[in-house]
């Protein structure tokens, strides 16, 4: 008998995930088609989401079909990833509501992790995107989570290492920001968090476990990522989570720009990467891409890189070498490995290929320095400038000054 479930909550379950309202199958029809299963026929032991989906079927967040299938690549609705949501977080609601959604809804609305701006049909696939804001909000209705949140409206959409950062609008960044950053969601082989593709059954459960999990047993702190995240919204750096380097500039409370006689370059941003140790950054993969797929060259003699990013503004007519030859990091590094520029679009030093740009025009430009225990910090550098001609900026406080 404990292998029949045959209640309400699992066929009302069952009818949302597949799409019907509650009062298009009979309770008798239902209770003959609804049997739990063990095992789903289309999800082997092996699949990668299969501990998640077991979790929620358990938790009687979702449920399979009549056929013993859980159909995991299936996309959801706004509607029933809002209702997995409700229930996986015990919110209260009515029953009977028309929509069957509707309860749902206002519940979600009433406890602040669904905004009715962000969408108006909820029948429609939920995309990655609108997963995003809701998860963030549900995570932080946890006072620890939300001062995180908080901080992250100091981020761009740069500081998120995918490939399709740029989709992100500003008010989206804190939200993206704090759910990849506790691994609540995370990104695809390609770097890309897919963020207009529409969601997966698969996915909505992972999701929904990882967030229940992370809000309920994990500290913020638990997570390098976010320590990387709210540093850079607080200083413009990550030294301090990744690295002994301590900051010697606050790039959020003081504009740091260099005039040039070619350009001016506004310094935005400085990246710690380690290469050495147990610690990977958040930001190895956008500027390095792949450590294995480096040449030795880029590896050796050096505890890590620093990376530099700069809005470049163009005063003339010319290619990167306007920059190129005029201001680099100290001590520097000739990186010419180009999968990672070619990624994530930005413009660096060295480059295979010719960069043009027209006056007035500005980039997003990429300086690579390294740093070892030898070295007593990192400066930024610029030849013939007419003002700010460079400064120190990372400081190895383990060699003095």
Do not use: C
């Given at each position: 008998m404990k292998k029949i479930m045959i209640t309400l909550t699992a066929v009302l379950s069952l009818t949302v995930t597949s799409l019907l309202t509650p009062s298009s199958l009979e309770p008798a029809a239902k209770a003959a088609e609804a049997k739990s299963v063990t095992r789903f026929k289309d999800v082997s032991t092996s699949h990668w989401a299969n501990s998640a989906i077991t979790w929620a079927v358990k938790e009687n967040i979702v449920a399979g079909y009549p056929d013993a299938t859980f159909r995991p690549s299936k996309s959801v609705t706004r509607a029933e990833f809002i209702k997995?949501?409700?229930?996986?977080?015990?919110?209260?609601?009515?029953?009977?509501?028309?929509?069957?959604?509707?309860?749902?809804?206002?519940?979600?609305?009433?406890?602040?992790?669904?905004?009715?701006?962000d969408f108006k049909s909820y029948n429609e696939p939920i995309s990655r995107l609108e997963m995003i804001r809701l998860?963030?909000?549900?995570?932080?209705?946890?006072?620890?989570y939300e001062a995180y949140l908080k901080a992250f409206e100091g981020l761009y959409n740069g500081d998120i290492p995918f490939v399709d950062y740029k989709e992100?609008?500003?008010?989206?960044?804190p939200y993206t920001g704090l759910v990849v950053g506790s691994k609540i969601m995370n990104g695809f082989p390609d770097a890309s968090l897919g963020l207009k593709k529409n969601a997966t059954r698969a996915e909505a459960v992972a999701i929904i476990q990882n967030l229940i999990t992370t809000q309920s047993s994990k500290h913020p702190s638990d997570f390098q990522y976010l320590q990387e995240l709210r540093e850079l919204a607080e200083t413009g750096m990550n030294a301090t989570a990744v690295s002994e380097l301590e900051p010697l500039l606050n790039l959020i409370e003081e504009q740091k720009v260099i005039e040039h006689y070619n350009f001016d370059a506004k310094l935005k941003r400085v990246y710690v990467i380690p290469i050495e140790g147990d610690t990977v950054s958040f930001y190895e993969r956008k500027f390095l891409w792949d450590r294995d797929e480096l040449e030795e060259r880029f590896l050796k003699n050096r505890t890590g890189y620093i990376t530099a990013v700069l809005d470049v503004t163009y005063k003339k007519d010319g290619s990167h070498t306007i920059f190129r030859n005029a201001m680099y990091l100290s001590p520097s590094s000739l990186f010419r490995y180009q999968e990672a520029r070619k990624n994530f679009g930005y413009v660096q030093s060295y480059m295979s290929d010719i960069f043009e740009a027209k006056k007035g025009e500005t980039f997003e430009v990429v300086l690579?320095?390294?740093?070892?225990?030898?070295?007593?910090?990192?400066?930024?550098?610029?030849?013939?400038?007419y003002k700010n001609s460079g400064f120190p900026v990372l400081h190895n406080p383990n060699k003095g000054m």
């Open positions: 997995m949501l409700v229930d996986a977080l015990h919110l209260p609601h009515s029953s009977g509501s028309t929509p069957w959604y509707q309860a749902y809804v206002h519940e979600a609305v009433e406890s602040k992790i669904h905004s009715q701006a998860a963030a909000r549900s995570l932080a209705r946890s006072e620890k992100l609008k500003k008010a989206d960044v690579h320095g390294i740093y070892s225990k030898e070295y007593f910090g990192i400066d930024l550098i610029t030849n013939t400038a």
